[in-house]
C-alpha cells in the first residue's frame, strides 16, 4: 500500500531564510509526487510534481523539491521564505493500483515570521 | 479557463436532511475525484468518477453516500440523512485525460450539520 508521511506538523522561519517542508514516502514502484499548498478557506493549489526525470524539480512560486529515491523523501524547498508562503503545504502520492486518485500526507503548517 | 467550480461554498443541514453538492470540472477535464478534508486533517479520497462511469469508490461511505458524474452537467456529491460527523470540507478536483493523475482542486464545499 502507498502512503506519505509528513513529520513536521509545524514549521516556523525567519523570513528571507531558506525553508525545508519534510515528506518521506512508501510506494511500490516508481512514485508519482506531488506538493500542494492550503490558504485559509480556500481549495489546494498544485505546486510541483514528480513524475520521471531530473530529481530537482522546480514548481510553483520558486518552490522545488527535490526527489531522493534511496532516502524516500521528496522534501519540499525555497531558498528565502516570504510571509505569504505562511500555508498549509501537503504532501501526495498517487494511487499506483491503477485508479488516479491520490493520497495525502496530514499537512505541514508553514509559518513565516517576519 | 475557468477553474473547478463548486457550489454551494457553504452548506448548512439539520441532522436528517439531504446535502448535495455540485462540481463542475475545467473544461477539457473528463476525470472528477471527491475528497473530504476533516478539521486539521489532509484530505481523504472518496471517489473517482468519468462520464457516466463511477471507476473507483473505495473511499466513500457505503451508506448514504453517492455520487454521479452524468453525461451532460455538472458531478454530484450526494449525502443522506446527513449526521454531524458528515461536517467537514468537501474537494472536488478534476483531471485531463493525457495526465489523469495531474489533479486541479475546487475551492470546496463546506457542510456544517446542525
Known amino acids: 500500500a502507498q502512503s506519505v508521511a509528513q513529520p513536521e506538523d509545524q514549521v516556523n522561519v525567519a523570513e528571507g531564510n531558506p525553508l525545508t517542508v519534510k515528506c518521506t514516502y512508501s510506494?511500490?514502484?516508481?512514485?508519482?509526487l506531488f506538493w500542494y499548498v492550503q490558504y485559509p478557506n480556500r481549495g489546494l493549489q498544485f505546486l510541483l510534481k514528480?513524475?520521471?526525470?531530473?530529481?530537482l524539480v522546480k514548481g510553483s512560486y520558486g518552490f522545488e523539491a527535490e526527489f531522493n529515491k534511496s532516502q524516500t523523501s521528496f522534501h519540499l524547498k525555497k531558498p528565502s521564505a516570504l510571509v505569504s508562503d505562511s500555508a498549509l503545504y501537503f504532501c501526495?502520492?498517487?494511487?499506483?493500483?491503477?485508479?488516479?486518485?491520490?493520497?495525502f500526507g496530514t499537512g505541514t503548517r508553514l509559518t513565516v515570521i517576519p | 479557463n475557468a477553474g473547478v467550480m463548486q457550489n454551494p461554498r457553504h452548506l448548512v443541514r439539520r441532522r436528517g436532511q439531504e446535502a448535495r453538492l455540485r462540481c463542475s470540472p475545467m473544461?477539457?477535464?473528463?476525470?472528477v475525484y471527491w475528497y473530504r478534508q476533516l478539521p486539521e486533517e489532509g484530505l481523504k479520497f472518496m471517489v473517482y468518477?468519468?462520464?457516466?462511469?463511477?471507476?473507483?469508490e473505495s473511499g466513500m461511505p457505503k451508506e448514504r453516500f453517492s455520487a454521479e458524474f452524468p453525461k451532460e452537467g455538472p458531478s454530484i456529491l450526494r449525502i443522506q440523512q446527513v449526521v454531524r460527523g458528515d461536517s467537514a470540507a468537501y474537494f472536488c478536483?478534476?483531471?485531463?485525460?493525457?495526465?489523469?493523475?495531474?489533479?486541479?482542486f475546487g475551492p470546496g464545499t463546506r457542510l456544517t450539520v446542525t
Open positions: 501526495a502520492v498517487r494511487d499506483m493500483t491503477g485508479a488516479n486518485n491520490l493520497f
Open positions: 510506494v511500490s514502484g516508481n512514485p508519482y
Open positions: 478536483a478534476s483531471s485531463p485525460d493525457r495526465e489523469p493523475y495531474e489533479q486541479y
Open positions: 514528480y513524475i520521471t526525470g531530473d530529481n
Open positions: 468518477l468519468q462520464k457516466e462511469n463511477i471507476i473507483d
Open positions: 473544461k477539457g477535464h473528463s476525470h
